[in-house]
């Protein structure tokens, strides 16, 4: 297949920004529909184009013209880098541009992961298909904060040093990223490192706003396209991934810096995609793909939620999870958040993310756990996961954590899935309240999404605590601004677990009869 290739275009914005752009299009210079990529990383890397997305290449041979675009103030382009604030304006213009040019038969769609993703829910209205790769539509939601009202404040500061930290080391400015990370997550207040603030003064609009306010409610989109949404079962994305899909999905075994996607076939996935929405070429396969840990198989499904999902309800006890409410009691533990429980695993972008033994974790007094019987039959987990909790305390404001656990016959705790909820949010993430000390509340806590076959000689395992530190920021348990709260502003907090018949606190699981 040849092509044409021109490197460099500035396409100029509304306001009079050029965005550098790379162009390649069949070298017949035919109309083609155009996929376009608009990236804050650098649009001459072509390396970075596979991984995770779609082959350009193979894009290219299917007769496709692809477009790579630098973000405004990133790499080539023009502008001060402002993530999110102006993508929707510039992907306008940019697409604008786009059908005005010859080569182009005024089919549009969208690729791309991460940042890149959420760049294209930005763009929905104006192009005919997206397929947002570990991407979100609510920046609130992922990556900043999160569905509990937390910091996700291991995925902001990495992000921030390993990827915008980019021109400033070039220049000298940030030289040893990893001590940079080591100090930040370190820092109380959170929101006081002097090397971010000076680099990335738009990082203080991001600490200012901790609740789900209207600066994040401006700049979540509210049109849909025809989506393609890949996921993975360990990316930071993949609660909205799984929300904001709407016409195909596909979720592996993944963290957000998976290296192997072959076994997921994604190139093929969106150019049948692309084939279907941008091309008229009906697309036959299933809507829903999903790889099924335990057994470690790909499946497809025909809908999400899966359609014969059903509820079981696991109740916690003394230390159990059982089928139905025992008798009455409590466990009380303290959080101390200068010595929160460390994140193992789990969904972040560090790069022992994904599957860990939580057995250290749960060593600590500060975590408790509550264990099912060992499963005689394999039992399916597939879906959304929810914990309900009866809870006091003797703060004001506190967090609560949950984690699903896969315990093995040797022991081994595989965590599957995890959430939180900062008390102040429990009834609204933009509008907090502060808890009354001693007062018994029942919380309900989203734990995210997996896919796990629990094999038999396995338990079920739930773990509790209030803090997983760095994947979230600490909560001081004041009742105050968090990101202000410096190392004598913090409170202990002794946080109560109730259940019995009158409290019932609850593991709700999708399970999947008959689990195949």
Request: aromatic share 10%; glycine share 8%.
């Amino acid at each position: 297949m040849r092509y044409l290739v021109d490197t460099d275009v500035p396409i100029v914005t509304r306001d009079g920004v050029a965005l550098a752009t790379n162009i390649w299009r069949p070298a017949d210079e035919r109309p083609a529909p155009v996929l376009l990529l608009r990236t804050p990383y650098g649009k001459d890397d072509i390396a970075s184009y596979g991984g995770n997305r779609p082959n350009l290449f193979a894009l290219l041979a299917a007769g496709y013209a692809v477009v790579i675009q630098c973000c405004r103030g990133t790499a080539r382009s023009e502008g001060v880098h402002v993530p999110h604030e102006t993508e929707a304006a510039d992907s306008a213009d940019t697409v604008a541009w786009l059908r005005e040019q010859p080569w182009c038969d005024g089919n549009i769609g969208g690729f791309g992961a991460s940042y890149q993703g959420a760049v294209q829910w930005q763009s929905a209205e104006l192009v005919q298909a997206i397929a947002p790769t570990f991407g979100t539509a609510d920046f609130y939601l992922a990556p900043w904060y999160s569905p509990g009202g937390a910091m996700s404040l291991h995925t902001v500061l990495t992000w921030i040093t390993a990827n915008a930290a980019g021109e400033a080391m070039k220049a000298g400015a940030v030289q040893d990223l990893p001590e940079i990370m080591r100090q930040q997550f370190d820092t109380l207040p959170s929101r006081d490192h002097p090397v971010l603030a000076k680099h990335f003064p738009w990082l203080a609009t991001v600490f200012a706003h901790p609740d789900h306010d209207g600066y994040w409610q401006r700049l979540a989109p509210t049109a849909k396209a025809p989506a393609l949404s890949v996921g993975g079962w360990y990316d930071v994305f993949v609660n909205e991934t799984v929300r904001t899909h709407n016409e195909r999905l596909i979720i592996g075994p993944w963290t957000h810096l998976s290296p192997d996607y072959r076994s997921a076939n994604l190139t093929d996935a969106h150019l049948r995609f692309f084939d279907q929405w941008l091309r008229g070429k009906p697309d036959d396969s299933a809507p829903v793909r999903i790889f099924v840990m335990g057994i470690d198989q790909w499946r497809d499904e025909p809908s999400w939620p899966l359609p014969d999902t059903r509820r079981m309800d696991y109740f916690l006890g003394e230390g159990t999870l059982s089928g139905q409410p025992l008798s009455s009691g409590s466990l009380t533990y303290r959080y101390d958040p200068l010595d929160p429980v460390p994140t193992i695993g789990g969904n972040t972008l560090a790069a022992d993310a994904g599957p860990r033994d939580q057995r250290p974790v749960e060593a600590r007094a500060d975590v408790l756990c509550f264990t099912g019987p060992a499963l005689a039959d394999p039992l399916e987990v597939t879906g959304h996961v929810s914990l309900t909790l009866f809870v006091s305390s003797d703060a004001v404001d506190t967090d609560f954590m949950g984690k699903l656990v896969d315990v093995h016959p040797d022991g081994t705790a595989i965590n599957l899935c995890e959430g939180m909820l900062r008390a102040r949010y429990r009834n609204s993430l933009s509008a907090p309240e502060l808890m009354t000390p001693g007062r018994v509340y029942e919380l309900t806590l989203d734990l995210s999404v997996t896919s796990n076959v629990f094999l038999p000689g396995h338990r079920i395992r739930l773990e509790v605590a209030s803090s997983n530190f760095p994947r979230y920021d600490r909560n001081p348990n004041t009742g105050g601004v968090v990101a202000a709260a410096g190392p004598k502003d913090v409170v202990v907090a002794e946080n109560t677990v109730h259940f019995g018949p009158g409290r019932p606190s609850r593991l709700s699981l999708p399970v999947i009869p008959n689990a195949r």
